[in-house]
């Protein structure tokens, strides 16, 4: 649940004060979702079984330095890793700004709109100094005095990452095709870091629920395997929706020792599938 979900007056989607009544007073908090706000309470030392969202609140308004540093003590983390897509203005913004970074969170350069939206990326690249061709023979290279891909300092600080619908494939006659083996695999080749692929989202299967509406389908571990095959001197971290890819990624990951399985990612994320899938690699990986 996010921060804003324990304040007043949020304007964002349904009140806090109404989804906090219906999720944990009026029901029992028994998915996954309610049972990790419920964990997390009682991990910072609040009783949950009080249900007193002003108690909550009044505990969120701790130094945030002090409460981030409390909760990777008891998540017994090092650090955490987000993707920033450089397509979205906020972060953009705050990015150009320079802003002091936290060793504690790391960023990943999310790659979505480059690779899935090429025709809306192209008018954005062409303002920040790459020549850039719309049509079918979709390329990257510098203006003079711009930046490219291979040479952009960013591309070395952060491993890039991008979410593919089910339908991906690889090779393909596409301008994401092109991009991937022209631009973005040897850029990442040279900067000697990995390329995450997140692969099985459908975005908007329910347009009135925003954001949230998104859903999952099942891909073809083909595409990754020929990936794997093509550019054997690539690195790829993969982590596929459907819980009927699991399988068949990890028996891939046993040909190819350039891919490795990563996360239970977002509708995986429950107990349940996490212990199945982790115990299926381990058995098949080691």
């Given at each position: 649940m996010p921060a804003s979900a324990f304040r007043p007056g949020s304007t964002s989607g349904p009140g806090p004060d109404l989804v906090w009544r219906t999720l944990f007073v009026e029901r029992s908090p028994v998915s996954e979702a309610c049972r990790g706000v419920i964990t997390a309470l009682a991990a910072l030392g609040l009783d949950p079984a009080s249900r007193d969202l002003g108690e909550y609140r009044a505990f969120s308004r701790a130094e945030v330095e002090e409460y981030v540093a409390r909760v990777f003590e008891l998540a017994g983390v090092d650090y955490a890793v987000m993707t920033?897509?450089?397509?979205?203005?906020?972060?953009?913004?705050?990015?150009?700004?320079?802003?002091?970074?936290?060793?504690?969170?790391?960023?990943?350069?999310?790659?979505?709109?480059?690779?899935?939206?090429?025709?809306?990326?192209?008018?954005?690249?062409?303002?920040?100094?790459?020549?850039?061709?719309?049509?079918?023979?979709?390329?990257?290279?510098?203006?003079?005095?711009?930046?490219?891909?291979?040479?952009?300092?960013?591309?070395?600080?952060?491993?890039?990452?991008?979410?593919?619908?089910?339908?991906?494939?690889f090779p393909e006659a596409s301008d994401r095709a092109r991009l991937l083996a022209d631009s973005v695999l040897p850029a990442v080749e040279a900067a000697c870091v990995p390329l995450a692929l997140m692969i099985g989202v459908r975005r908007g299967v329910h347009p009135g629920l925003g954001l949230a509406g998104d859903g999952l389908g099942r891909a073809d571990v083909a595409a990754v395997e020929e990936l794997c095959r093509a550019f054997p001197s690539n690195r790829f971290l993969v982590t596929m929706l459907s819980r009927e890819n699991q399988h068949e990624l990890c028996v891939a990951a046993r040909k190819f020792a350039n891919l490795m399985p990563f996360g239970c990612w977002w509708f995986l994320n429950g107990p349940g599938l996490v212990r199945e899938i982790t115990a299926m690699r381990t058995d098949l990986l080691g």
């Amino acid at each position: 649940m996010p921060a804003s979900a324990f304040r007043p007056g949020s304007t964002s989607g349904p009140g806090p004060d109404l989804v906090w009544r219906t999720l944990f007073v009026e029901r029992s908090p028994v998915s996954e979702a309610c049972r990790g706000v419920i964990t997390a309470l009682a991990a910072l030392g609040l009783d949950p079984a009080s249900r007193d969202l002003g108690e909550y609140r009044a505990f969120s308004r701790a130094e945030v330095e002090e409460y981030v540093a409390r909760v990777f003590e008891l998540a017994g983390v090092d650090y955490a890793v987000m993707t920033n897509d450089p397509f979205d203005d906020a972060e953009r913004a705050v990015w150009l700004r320079g802003p002091r970074k936290d060793p504690r969170f790391r960023a990943a350069l999310r790659l979505d709109v480059l690779l899935n939206g090429w025709s809306s990326a192209v008018p954005r690249l062409r303002d920040w100094g790459f020549a850039v061709d719309p049509g079918s023979e979709a390329a990257l290279r510098p203006k003079s005095g711009g930046s490219s891909p291979r040479s952009s300092s960013g591309w070395r600080r952060s491993t890039p990452a991008v979410s593919l619908p089910p339908t991906f494939a690889f090779p393909e006659a596409s301008d994401r095709a092109r991009l991937l083996a022209d631009s973005v695999l040897p850029a990442v080749e040279a900067a000697c870091v990995p390329l995450a692929l997140m692969i099985g989202v459908r975005r908007g299967v329910h347009p009135g629920l925003g954001l949230a509406g998104d859903g999952l389908g099942r891909a073809d571990v083909a595409a990754v395997e020929e990936l794997c095959r093509a550019f054997p001197s690539n690195r790829f971290l993969v982590t596929m929706l459907s819980r009927e890819n699991q399988h068949e990624l990890c028996v891939a990951a046993r040909k190819f020792a350039n891919l490795m399985p990563f996360g239970c990612w977002w509708f995986l994320n429950g107990p349940g599938l996490v212990r199945e899938i982790t115990a299926m690699r381990t058995d098949l990986l080691g």
